[in-house]
């Protein structure tokens, strides 16, 4: 049984494979639209979500199969006590893949271990995103029609934001990509990425925490949201939370073919005035979502009865 944890686990043809079918149902979508007919989705939330798990159920709802789950674990069995791997074992009787999301970190990896469904991991705590990397690349390749020769600067919680270190890793695979990873201090990449995926595959980096000094180097800008709830202190969390706001002023210097990504949800690190900005790809990035969802679910479940 094939699941998605890390993002690793897919060869570069598999994501090759993933972003021409995602593109080819952006052209098409017709073609897609009764493909999944009779196949269910589950979509397992113990975290709050809005695009990761709208879009899978968009996704599956217009590829014509169905969606079943819930969107917070005090409305499951979680909250008597039930163990991740029961839950996802028992949601395998009732639908033919699971998405799923959960506040700690390795949950995804333990849901399927006892699964007889694929299993997808929406996020794991502080960890991984694989899907939220998919449609970031499925953007990339839409904006920049290639994924090397790139500078790319990650802007906010790069300690916390389990987006930008699932991006980290499937980046590295490219040639010729160069990492500016623009933080505080406090919340720079963990060391375990750095050693093992950056400085392992001889990838140019810098670490600085002076965005506007970077700026005219960079493809592209993905900015991330100071990640609150994997704070220990709050205090700390209102210290740093806007450690990094994105202004118009402030892209000045920016290049021309700029491409401003941000996962979302934005709290308060990207102005709104940039919204205009030709460069801001963050809303066409909602939607690769759900294209690139759909195209991972067909991935996933073809082949399987
Ligand atoms: C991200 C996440 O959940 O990690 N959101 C998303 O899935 N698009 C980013 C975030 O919450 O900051």
């Not at 709290?267 to 066409?284: G, Q, T």
């Amino acid at each position: 049984m094939k699941h998605l944890i890390d993002i690793m686990e897919l060869s570069t043809e598999e994501i090759d494979r993933m972003i021409m079918r995602a593109n080819d149902i952006i052209d098409d979508p017709k073609k897609y639209s009764h493909i999944c007919q009779g196949r269910k989705l589950a979509t397992l939330f113990f975290e709050p979500s809005t695009r990761t798990r709208l879009s899978f159920e968009a996704a599956m709802y217009e590829l014509g199969g169905n969606v079943l789950g819930f969107s917070e674990a005090q409305s499951s069995s979680a909250a008597k006590g039930e163990s991740v791997a029961d839950t996802v074992r028992t949601v395998g009787s009732y639908a033919d893949i699971i998405a799923m999301r959960h506040p700690k970190e390795g949950a995804a990896l333990v849901g399927s271990s006892k699964s007889t469904v694929p299993v997808i991991n929406a996020g794991d705590g502080g960890h991984n995103h694989p899907t939220q990397t998919l449609t970031d690349l499925l953007t990339i390749n839409r904006e920049k029609g290639r994924f090397d020769n790139l500078t790319v600067g990650l802007c906010g919680d790069l300690k916390f934001g389990r987006t930008v270190h699932s991006l980290i890793s499937a980046m590295s695979r490219y040639e010729n990509v160069s990492f500016v990873l623009i933080s505080p201090e406090e919340l720079k990449v963990p060391e375990y990425l750095k050693e093992e995926v950056i400085k392992k595959k001889g990838i140019n980096f810098v670490e600085t925490t002076d965005l506007e000094g970077v700026m005219p180097q960079l493809d592209i800008l993905y900015m991330t949201r100071v990640q609150r709830e994997r704070f220990f202190s709050e205090q700390e969390y209102i210290r740093l939370k806007d450690s990094y706001i994105l202004t118009t002023d402030k892209l000045a210097n920016a290049k021309e073919e700029l491409s401003i990504l941000h996962p979302l949800p934005r709290v308060n690190e990207i102005s709104l005035s940039v919204d205009d900005d030709p460069r801001a790809k963050y809303f066409e990035q909602v939607l690769n979502g759900k294209y690139i969802r759909m195209a991972l679910i067909l991935e996933f479940l073809e082949g399987i009865k």
